[in-house]
């Protein structure tokens, strides 16, 4: 039986470098392409770095009963959604997947695959270091939004409260501070 390797973590704490390194040392993890209504950027495409799809298509999918779960963003361009559909491409009982999500996302995979079947990767940095590495990310951007990184950072500590990671379910936790080890112990807990 196959697993679901869930990533999860505040912002800035890692999540999307740990995954790409964690899938250069395990290729064998499939992807989870989530879908989304946002239109698609100029460097993207189309299923890879998700299904790009209109309401009609996520209306459909609701009707037929496939989303497993949604999320809404009220973004200055409109309502985006995101999701993760049963579309065929997760075959838990086959194979290993890896794939990064959050608390709320978790809690509803667990529900459609059932618990055993998915497993939590919770990701934690001091949160001073954390803002530290926020901050030379978005310094590092051409266009830097330090408003919208304070927005999340903020939100971030009331999303993943203690309450909230223990209602998860969540105890195993991996300290990313030498990036290297971090790596190491989440392959070592997969294998
Ligand atoms: N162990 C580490 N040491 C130093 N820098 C790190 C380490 N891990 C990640 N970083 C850097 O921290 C920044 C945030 O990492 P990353 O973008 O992977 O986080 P994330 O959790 O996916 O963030 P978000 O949810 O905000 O998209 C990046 O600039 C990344 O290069």
Known sequence: MGKIYYIMGKSASGKDSIFKEVKKRMPELKDIVLYTTRPIRENETEGVEYHFVDEEFLRGMQEKKRVIELRSYNTRCGIWKYFTADDGQIDPEKFDYLTIGTLESYAAMKTYFG??????LYVEVEDGLRLARAVERERSQTDPKYAEMCRRFLADSEDFSEENLEKAG???????????ECVDKICRYIN
């Open 115 to 120: 618990e055993e079947q998915v497993v939590p």
């Open 170 to 180: 969540i105890k195993k936790r991996f300290e990313n501070v030498e990036f290297g």
